[in-house]
């Protein structure tokens, strides 16, 4: 009989309104692990000395290469942050927020949501790696901010509509892929007619069959 396994990071990619952060946080706390969203920024400003700010006028957005934008093939390196003139350039912030997704991995089990943790983790070769995407289609996105954001349905639609697209625009900036490619993961859920804790129970579901012990 094989071995259950103990340690795991699952990376949550999570449209607009589909729901993938309350799920990624009950998750966590059902499973007793740090969830990490907005937190990495935090983290990243104490442990660089940038402020949190700067981190959160980048946070994920493209960034402003305009020969990326005409040359397709071209995207910034992850590697180590650089410090200087450039410190604070999007393309060094994002390489801060890497480094300290890698760390995270490392020393714990834990969820990370967003942020291109999939594709950071998933170039380490992580065998601990499940990387999930929890996707809806524009109505049920919409109906979902409208309670989330107390606004009218248009609003709600033109802010899904405009999140989308810059989380579209900053994972293929960063990692020269289509964020919305099912082949980028492990597990892609549609959460249009179930709800939160169905969605969570299918990551519960698969983690099992990939032998994970919780």
Not at 86 to 93: C, G, Q, Y
Not at 123 to 143: F, M, N, S
Not at 174 to 184: A, F, H, P, S, V
């Amino acid at each position: 009989m094989a071995e259950k396994k103990k340690k795991f990071v699952i990376t949550i990619g999570r449209q607009y309104g589909a729901g993938g952060k309350a799920v990624g946080k009950a998750l966590a706390e059902e499973l007793g692990v740090h969830f990490y969203d907005e937190e990495i920024l935090k983290i990243t400003s104490e442990t660089s000395a940038i402020g949190e700010q700067y981190f959160r006028l980048a946070d994920e957005k493209a960034g402003n290469n305009l020969l990326y934008k005409i040359f397709d093939a071209i995207r910034p390196t992850i590697g180590e942050p650089k410090v200087g003139d450039r410190m604070t350039s999007p393309e060094n912030l994002f390489r801060f927020q890497a480094k300290i997704i890698k760390e995270l991995a490392e020393k714990e089990s834990c969820i990370i949501a967003g942020r291109a943790a999939d594709y950071i983790l998933q170039q380490e070769g992580r065998e601990d790696l499940v990387c999930i995407y929890v996707y809806a289609d524009i109505p049920r996105k919409t109906e979902r901010i409208m309670d989330l954001e107390s606004v009218d349905a248009e609003t709600a639609e033109k802010h899904v509509r405009k999140i989308d697209k810059e989380r579209t625009e900053f994972y293929h900036y960063y990692t020269g892929r289509e964020w919305m490619d099912m082949q980028n993961y492990d597990l892609c859920i549609n959460s249009s007619k179930i709800d939160y804790a169905q969605v969570a129970q299918i990551i519960r579901d698969y983690m099992h069959t990939r032998g994970y012990d919780f």
